[in-house]
């Protein structure tokens, strides 16, 4: 089992826009935010980008890390991934807001779902928001007041973008290998391979 990684930063505005935007931050008593994703790289990314945002970020891969670190100290922001290689991550949210009733979560998916949607917001998750995820429209929904939502973001995913996002991301879970790829995704592994072989759609 990995151990769940510290990342500490504290803010420091430089007149940029983005971190007037969420100069609030400062005036929060508690910036702690666990962020629970197995795609290590967008972890990586993620974690650097919330601490430039003032946040002290706390990083873990899998719902086991995740449900260990809010038993040791519940934090009072969260960011978890849905689908998580041991788990579902809709049972870190629960757990978050058993042990910190007043902590807000948001929950990220590959694809998008209506109904996984509902159900994370009824679990306690303030939002809901497709990878990979701009950290500006994370801050938001972590930072929106009340019931508010994010604004929709200028540039949103295409549908097709989503698609293959979340073909790409089962393709890495199956090691790469196209046959076991087309075998979960349900698609013939021909078709599978016209796809790969293309670039990201906008």
């Known amino acids: 089992m990995q151990d769940c990684a510290p990342y500490v930063h504290h803010l420091q505005p430089h007149g940029n826009p983005t971190l ?44 086991t890390d995740g449900l260990a670190q809010i038993n040791k100290a519940a934090p009072a922001f969260a960011v978890v991934d849905l689908r998580l290689g041991d788990g579902n991550g809709l049972d870190v949210v629960s ?14 998916t590959g694809y998008g779902n209506i109904a996984t949607a509902v159900t994370a917001v009824k679990m306690g998750a303030v939002d809901y928001l497709s990878k990979p995820a ?16 994010s604004e929709l973001p200028s540039n949103p995913m295409s549908a097709d973008r989503v698609r293959w ?31 790969l072989a293309k670039r990201a759609p906008r």
Do not use: W
């Open 165 to 195: 996002e979340h073909i790409q991301r089962i393709y890495e879970m199956c090691n790469r290998n196209v046959s076991e790829t087309a075998r979960r995704l349900n698609m013939h592994r021909r078709t599978l391979q016209r796809i």
């Open 95 to 108: 757990a978050l807001k058993r042990k910190r009733p007043e902590a807000r979560a948001i929950v990220l």
């Open 20 to 63: 007037n935007a969420i100069a609030e931050l400062t005036d929060l008593a508690d910036r702690s935010l666990l962020i629970v994703e197995d795609d290590k790289p967008f972890l990586e990314r993620l974690s650097r980008a919330m601490e430039t945002r003032g946040f002290a970020v706390t990083s873990c891969d899998t719902v």
């Open 134 to 149: 701009d950290a500006d429209d994370v801050v938001a929904a972590l930072l929106a007041s009340g019931t508010d939502k």
